[in-house]
C-alpha cells in the first residue's frame, strides 16, 4: 500500500507543471457511468442548497407582477398604477440586482467563496421583511409606492449576489461532465419560483374570498403581505446550510496550482527585482557621493537622498497570471481580460445575457398584455374575481412553457452541448416573437396561447439557461465569479430598459412594434453567441495553467 501510494506521488511530481494540474483537477472528476441529470446524493444536496436560493429568486422577482396588481385595489380604488411608479416598482430589484452581481462576484473571486456565501440570502431576508412593512395606511399612494420600490432596490442587491455565488458554487463543485446539467437544474428553479409564486397567490386569494367579496376589498392589503412573507420560509431553512458550506475542492486546487505553477517565475522576478534594487542603488550611492563631495567643495550642507522609492520596484514584464499571492486581484482581473481571446468571451456572455432579458422580462414582467389576449387580464368581475383570473393565467404561462423548457435543457445540456442550444433557442424565440407582433390582433385565442408557450419554452430550452450557464463553466475558477456577475449586470440592464420602457413604449408605438424590437434582440443575441466556444467538457483552469506556461517559456526564451 505504501509502495503503491509512494509511485502515485512520483508518477504526479514526474509530469509537467500544466499536465500535473490537469492530473490534480480531474482526481474528483470522476465518472459514476450513470446519466448526467442522474443525481448523487450528495448533488441533490448542493441542488438544494443553491437551488432553494435561485429559486426564492424568482419568486421574489416575479410575484411583483400579482403584488402591483393588488395595491392598485389597496391604494387607487382599482385604478392603474402611475406609469412612472409602476415601473420604478417592478425595476427595483433588477436595479439592485445589478449592484448585487458586481459586488459579490468581485467578492466572491477575491475573498473565497465561503467568506461570501449567505450574505447574500441575509440581505434577501432582511429586505423581504422590510418590503411587508410599507405603511400604506399612513403614507400617501406615491409615498407607498416610493418605499416599496426602495426596499425591492435592497432585495435585488441580495437577489442579484444569487447568481454569481449560485453558479460558482455549483460550477466549483460538479463533475465536469455533469457540470452544465448541475448549473441547468439550479437555474430551472426559476420556473418552481415562478409557478409556486402564482400557486401561492392562488391559495391566500381563495382564503381571502368571503372577506373580499363582502366588499372588504382593502383587505387585499393582507394577501399580497402575507404572499411575500411566505419566501422567508425556505430563506431561513437554507441560511444556516449556506453560511456553514465548506471552500470547495476545486477552489482549493485552484488557488495551490495558481501558487505551484508561478512560485519558480515569482522566484526568478524577485532576483530579477534584488539585482535591480542593488544596480539601483550602487548608482544611487555613487551619484550621492559626487553631490556631496561637490557640495562640500563649494561650502554647501549636504543633502540626504530619499531611497523609499526605490524599495517598491514593480517589473513591468511581470506575467499577469502570477497573482496567487498577490491581494490586488482587480488587476488580476483587468489583466487576464486584457486580452483579446479572454475579452472576446466577456463580451459574448453579457451581450447575450443583455440582449435575452430586454426580451425575456420586457414580456415576463408586462405579462397584462398576454393575459389580456388570451382572456385571463381579470377585467370583468369583482376586485377578487378579477385578481384570482389573472393568478390562474400567470399560472397557466408558467406551467406550459416555463417548466418544461427548462427540464429539456437538463435532459440535453450535455449531448446538444450549450452553444447549439443557445442558438436554436434564439432562433426559435425570434420566430414566435414575429409570428406574435405579425399577427398580434388576428391570432385567436387558443393560437395565441399556444405561440405564446412556444415561445416561453425556447427562452427556457435556450438561452434563458444556457446564459447562465455558459460564464459559470467558460471562465476558470479565479474570475469565474467576477465575470458572471458581470455578465449578469449586463443582463439585468436589459430587464431594467425593458422594465421601465416597455408601458411607455406600448402606448407610443404600439405592442406588436414592441414585439418587433425583442425579435431584433434574439437575432442579434443568436450573432453574438458566436463569438463564444463550445463548453462541454472544456475545463477553464486547465486551459489557464497551459496559458501561464506558455508565457514563462516564452519569457525564458527572451
Same mark, same amino acid.
Given at each position: 500500500m505504501a509502495s503503491q501510494e509512494h509511485h502515485n506521488l512520483a508518477t504526479t511530481e514526474s509530469r509537467p507543471s500544466t499536465h500535473r494540474n490537469k492530473y490534480d483537477l480531474e482526481e474528483f472528476e470522476r465518472n459514476d457511468g450513470r446519466p448526467a441529470f442522474v443525481l448523487t446524493f450528495t448533488e441533490v444536496k448542493l441542488l438544494g442548497i443553491a437551488g432553494v436560493g435561485f429559486f426564492l429568486d424568482a419568486y421574489d422577482l416575479f410575484i411583483i407582477n400579482p403584488v402591483t396588481l393588488m395595491l392598485q385595489y389597496r391604494l387607487y380604488g382599482g385604478g392603474h398604477l402611475p406609469a412612472r411608479y409602476e415601473g420604478f416598482v417592478k425595476a427595483g430589484a433588477n436595479i439592485g440586482s445589478v449592484i448585487g452581481q458586481f459586488l459579490f462576484g468581485f467578492l466572491a473571486d477575491s475573498l473565497g467563496r465561503k467568506a461570501v456565501y449567505g450574505k447574500e440570502l441575509m440581505l434577501i431576508i432582511l429586505a423581504t421583511i422590510l418590503t411587508m412593512t410599507t405603511p400604506t395606511g399612513s403614507l400617501s399612494p406615491e409615498g407607498s409606492l416610493i418605499y416599496l420600490g426602495i426596499f425591492r432596490i435592497l432585495l435585488g442587491i441580495g437577489v442579484g449576489g444569487d447568481y454569481p455565488m449560485s453558479a460558482t458554487i455549483t460550477s466549483d463543485r460538479a463533475n465536469l461532465r455533469k457540470r452544465g446539467t448541475m448549473l441547468a437544474y439550479i437555474f430551472s428553479n426559476q420556473g418552481w419560483g415562478s409557478?409556486?409564486?402564482?400557486?401561492?397567490?392562488?391559495?391566500?386569494?381563495?382564503?381571502?374570498?368571503?372577506?373580499?367579496?363582502?366588499?372588504?376589498?382593502?383587505?387585499?392589503?393582507?394577501?399580497?403581505?402575507?404572499?411575500?412573507?411566505?419566501?422567508?420560509?425556505?430563506?431561513?431553512?437554507?441560511l444556516y446550510q449556506r453560511?456553514?458550506?465548506?471552500? $470547495? %475542492?476545486?477552489?482549493? /486546487?485552484?488557488?495551490?496550482?495558481?501558487?505551484?505553477? #508561478?512560485? @519558480?517565475?515569482?522566484?526568478?522576478?524577485?532576483?530579477?527585482?534584488?539585482?535591480?534594487?542593488?544596480?539601483?542603488?550602487?548608482?544611487?550611492?555613487?551619484?550621492?557621493?559626487?553631490?556631496?563631495?561637490?557640495?562640500?567643495?563649494?561650502?554647501?550642507?549636504? $543633502? %540626504?537622498?530619499?531611497? /523609499?522609492?526605490?524599495?517598491?520596484?514593480?517589473?513591468? #514584464?511581470? @506575467?499577469?497570471?502570477e497573482v496567487a499571492t498577490n491581494k490586488a486581484h482587480f488587476k488580476e482581473f483587468i489583466a487576464y481580460f486584457s486580452q483579446w481571446k479572454h475579452f472576446k468571451l466577456l463580451i459574448g456572455t453579457s451581450m447575450c445575457w443583455l440582449l435575452l432579458d430586454v426580451a425575456f422580462y420586457g414580456i415576463n414582467l408586462n405579462q397584462n398584455v398576454v393575459l389580456q389576449q388570451i382572456g385571463f387580464d381579470g377585467k370583468t368581475g369583482s376586485p377578487w374575481t378579477r385578481l384570482f383570473k389573472t393568478s390562474t393565467g400567470g399560472m397557466i404561462i408558467t406551467a406550459l412553457g416555463f417548466v418544461p423548457g427548462y427540464y429539456a435543457s437538463i435532459l440535453t445540456i450535455e449531448y446538444l452541448g450549450r452553444k447549439w442550444i443557445q442558438i436554436q433557442g434564439f432562433l426559435a424565440a425570434a420566430l414566435f416573437l414575429g409570428i406574435l407582433a405579425g399577427q398580434f390582433n388576428e391570432l385567436s385565442k387558443v393560437s395565441f396561447i399556444v405561440c405564446f408557450a412556444l415561445l416561453q419554452f425556447f427562452f427556457n430550452f435556450g438561452a434563458n439557461t444556457t446564459t447562465y450557464c455558459y460564464p459559470a463553466e467558460v471562465f476558470p475558477t479565479r474570475f469565474r465569479a467576477f465575470a458572471h456577475g458581470i455578465s449578469a449586470a449586463c443582463g439585468k440592464v436589459g430587464a431594467i430598459i425593458s422594465a421601465l420602457a416597455f408601458n411607455t413604449l406600448s402606448q407610443d408605438i404600439g405592442t406588436p412594434a414592441v414585439l418587433w424590437i425583442f425579435f431584433g434582440c434574439c437575432i442579434m443575441g443568436a450573432v453574438f453567441t458566436l463569438l463564444l466556444p463550445e463548453v462541454k467538457g472544456r475545463d477553464p483552469d486547465v486551459i489557464l495553467a497551459e496559458e501561464i506556461r506558455e508565457m514563462r517559456e516564452a519569457k525564458n526564451r527572451k
Open positions: 409557478f409556486m409564486g402564482s400557486l401561492v397567490t392562488l391559495i391566500v386569494l381563495a382564503c381571502y374570498k368571503g372577506t373580499m367579496e363582502a366588499g372588504h376589498t382593502s383587505k387585499v392589503d393582507g394577501v399580497w403581505r402575507i404572499i411575500v412573507g411566505i419566501s422567508l420560509i425556505p430563506a431561513f431553512g437554507t453560511l456553514t458550506l465548506p471552500e $470547495s %475542492t476545486r477552489y482549493i /486546487s485552484s488557488q495551490k496550482k495558481d501558487q505551484e505553477d #508561478n512560485q @519558480d517565475e515569482i522566484d526568478r522576478l524577485k532576483k530579477l527585482q534584488h539585482e535591480s534594487d542593488t544596480e539601483i542603488r550602487s548608482e544611487e550611492t555613487a551619484a550621492t557621493n559626487e553631490k556631496e563631495k561637490a557640495a562640500v567643495e563649494v561650502g554647501e550642507r549636504p $543633502s %540626504t537622498v530619499d531611497k /523609499s522609492a526605490t524599495d517598491a520596484i514593480v517589473d513591468p #514584464n511581470a @506575467d499577469p497570471m
